[in-house]
């Protein structure tokens, strides 16, 4: 399974991207996705993550700013991000919500700065 995440950009404090995370085969519908992020210097986090039944968690950090969903159809899962924030600055990847992960994919960077 190759997955492709897009939508990152440069964006100042308070924006908001839209990323998108494309998979090359239908996952979504019978796997837990997630949204992970990896600062420079930091671990790689779990940001969000949704269910093959829908129920959806989100980490402390970005709770009513983010918003994952996905699109079986499209073998697609989306991650709004509004208010952003210089911590928000990452380099964003999607995968299973858990190991056994698929390949890594290149990831898209986001950073927040005036």
């Known amino acids: 399974v190759q997955l492709q995440a897009s939508g990152g950009g440069l964006v100042q404090p308070g924006g908001s991207l839209r990323l998108s995370c494309a998979a090359s085969?239908?996952?979504?519908?019978?796997?837990?996705m997630g949204w992970y992020r990896q600062a420079p210097g930091k671990q790689r986090e779990l940001v969000a993550r949704?269910?093959?039944?829908?129920?959806?968690y989100y980490t402390d950090s970005v709770k009513g700013r983010f918003t994952l969903s996905r699109d079986n159809a499209k073998n697609t899962v989306y991650l709004q991000m509004n208010s952003l924030k210089p911590d928000d600055t990452a380099v964003y990847y999607c995968?299973?919500?858990?190991?056994?992960?698929?390949?890594w994919g290149p990831g898209t960077l986001v950073t927040v700065s005036s």
């Open positions: 085969e239908n996952v979504f519908s019978n796997n837990v």
């Open positions: 995968n299973k919500g858990g190991p056994p992960f698929f390949s």
């Open positions: 949704i269910s093959s039944t829908g129920s959806i």
